[in-house]
């Protein structure tokens, strides 16, 4: 999600791209080989914007992928079974529970999510909870990252980039509530409010921060998608996104899902056999 491992800038199209958060601090992953990491990673987000084939935007138009209009058109069925997971929504967890670098930019329990997939790794005990929603993200090329993301009432993350340009976001509005002028993402210069059943596609290596101000619980499913790219970028990007996966920073987040995983229905097991018992 975050990561501030350099500090240079490149400009996109009139907007600026920084390799770093002012005011956020870096992760502490102070390892020789992943310090040659973060400068391979340096070098090639150059090469991502020079290479892009759909340009740099902070924010895209829509139109500029074809597949989302059928994302939008089945979001009743993702909506369906994110009702039945927000059942045990007290028991999700928060995001940095899961990728402890997280903890740079949310602390609180505001955050949680629902992961089905994330850089090539799987939960396969969420997908048997979201089938529908497992089929219908397939249809994203490219797809890395597809999770629920669950903003509680009064959550503010604040300003910060993401961690590779190699990718881009998209956030289908799932529930979205009222009032309007209390729920926002910043990407760059621009202030963009979700919609129930439309897509927002960002590029978020931009600066960007999204709060929600108002007394309800604001839920997007978030994809990551590999950007489109140009060769050579497209061979390097490709490279770098397959390696990511014996990280440390993708492992012990896998870690970290299994163990929740492991609790989660092993609570849900010991409802299911009070209430047969019973």
Same mark, same amino acid.
């Given at each position: ?21 002012? !005011?956020?601090?870096? =992760? ?118 597809? =999770? ?48 129930? !059943? ?81």
């Amino acid at each position: 999600m975050k990561q501030e491992a350099h500090t240079s800038t490149a400009t996109a199209g009139g907007a600026t791209q920084t390799f770093g958060t002012e !005011g956020i601090a870096p =992760m502490d992953r102070p390892s020789l080989v992943t310090r040659v990491l973060m400068g391979i990673v340096a070098w090639a987000e150059k090469l991502n914007l020079n290479y892009s084939k759909v340009g740099n935007p902070p924010v895209y138009d829509n139109a500029t992928f074809p597949w989302v209009a059928e994302i939008e058109r089945e979001w009743p069925l993702i909506r369906t079974e994110l009702e039945k997971v927000l059942v045990r929504q007290a028991d999700l967890p928060s995001f940095q529970d899961i990728s402890t670098d997280v903890k740079t930019i949310s602390k609180d329990t505001g955050w949680k999510t629902f992961f089905l997939a994330g850089y090539g790794l799987t939960s396969e005990q969420n997908i048997k909870q979201c089938p529908e929603t497992w089929r219908i993200v397939q249809k994203i090329p490219g797809l890395k990252t597809a =999770m629920f993301s669950i903003f509680e009432p009064g959550k503010h993350l604040p300003a910060h980039r993401g961690p590779y340009n190699g990718v881009l976001r998209l956030h289908l509005g799932l529930i979205v509530p009222e009032p309007r002028d209390k729920l926002a993402i910043r990407v760059d210069k621009q202030i963009c409010h979700w919609e129930e !059943g439309k897509a927002l596609v960002f590029d978020d290596a931009y600066n960007h921060e999204a709060w929600n101000h108002t007394d309800k619980t604001r839920v997007v499913l978030f994809v990551d998608f590999v950007k489109p790219l140009r060769f050579p970028a497209n061979l390097v990007n490709w490279l770098l996104l397959n390696i990511a996966v014996f990280t440390p920073f993708i492992r012990e987040g896998l870690d970290n899902h299994k163990e929740w995983e492991k609790r989660f229905y092993a609570q849900a097991e010991a409802l299911r056999n009070s209430k047969a018992a019973g």
